[in-house]
């Protein structure tokens, strides 16, 4: 049996995208670090991504216990409506879209 390396027990294995961002949040430019996922929805046909936002002072003050608010993503040249959601017990707020994700697709 063939061992797993470190990076194949990351929990951060299965992201589509997990890296540096900007949220734009009430014209709020905000520094951030996300983890998405995305998957296209064979219901309506729309790719819809999901995830969280890493712990940040700075999108907590603005955001404090909110549970949807509209922001934009970007990562990279690419920039997406989306919405930021609850915060969890670690500081984390989840964060949703659906269009083509702010990340390359493979």
Same mark, same amino acid.
């Given at each position: =049996?063939?061992?797993?390396?470190?990076?194949?027990?990351?929990?951060?294995?299965?992201?589509?995208?997990?890296?540096?961002?900007? @949220? *734009?949040?009430?014209? *709020?430019?905000?520094? *951030?670090? @996300?983890?998405?996922?995305?998957?296209?929805?064979?219901?309506?046909?729309?790719?819809? #991504?999901?995830?969280? $936002?890493?712990?940040?002072?700075? @999108?907590? &003050?603005?955001?404090?216990? &909110?549970?949807?608010?509209?922001? $934009?993503?970007?990562?990279?040249?690419?920039?997406?409506?989306? $919405?930021?959601?609850?915060?969890? @017990? #670690?500081?984390?707020?989840?964060? =949703?879209?659906?269009?083509?994700?702010?990340?390359?697709?493979?």
């Amino acid at each position: =049996m063939a061992q797993r390396s470190a990076a194949d027990r990351s929990p951060h294995a299965g992201a589509d995208y997990h890296g540096a961002a900007t @949220l *734009v949040v009430r014209g *709020v430019e905000v520094p *951030v670090r @996300l983890e998405l996922r995305g998957y296209p929805e064979p219901t309506d046909g729309v790719y819809r #991504w999901v995830g969280r $936002v890493e712990a940040n002072n700075a @999108l907590t &003050e603005i955001l404090g216990d &909110e549970q949807r608010t509209a922001c $934009v993503v970007r990562a990279g040249a690419d920039a997406r409506p989306a $919405v930021v959601g609850d915060r969890d @017990l #670690w500081d984390r707020y989840r964060i =949703m879209g659906k269009s083509t994700p702010p990340y390359p697709l493979p």
